[in-house]
Nanobody
Framework: QVQPVESGGGLVQAGGSLRLSCAAS????????VGWFRQAPGKERDLVAA????????YYADSVKGRFIISRDNAKNTAYLQMNGLKPEDTAVYYC????????????????????WGQGTQVTVSS
């Protein structure tokens, strides 16, 4: 099992950058695909970006494509979400989630695919 713990959220002005980290306990982090989700007030939780077990494949929602970068360092048991060009509409609680898989290259898109979730970190972008 892994327990994801997010950090790096905060308040930033529009156009600024933040880097979220997802540190996972356990020694088998490289057995998990990772997804970053976000939930704005009154809205559903949506997938923002996802990365395969070894990091070879990534996915981005259209709303963040070209601005956000997902990556992982399995030696450090950590995944990252670099967020550039932040907009007020990026304001949300951001969650890291992990899914155990034997598939090195697959991306997972649904909330229900993910087995383990962090507690979330707030990102607020002011205009």
């Amino acid at each position: 099992q892994v327990q994801p713990v997010e950090s790096g959220g905060g308040l930033v002005q529009a156009g600024g950058s933040l880097r979220l980290s997802c540190a996972a306990s356990g020694r088998t982090f490289n057995s998990y695909a990772v997804g970053w989700f976000r939930q704005a007030p009154g809205k559903e939780r949506d997938l923002v970006a996802a990365i395969s077990r070894r990091g070879g494949n990534t996915y981005y929602a259209d709303s963040v494509k070209g601005r956000f970068i997902i990556s992982r360092d399995n030696a450090k048991n950590t995944a990252y979400l670099q967020m550039n060009g932040l907009k007020p509409e990026d304001t949300a609680v951001y969650y890291c989630a992990a899914h155990v898989t034997f598939n090195y290259n697959r991306i997972y898109y649904q909330e229900s695919d993910y087995d383990y979730w962090g507690q979330g970190t707030q990102v607020t972008v002011s205009s």
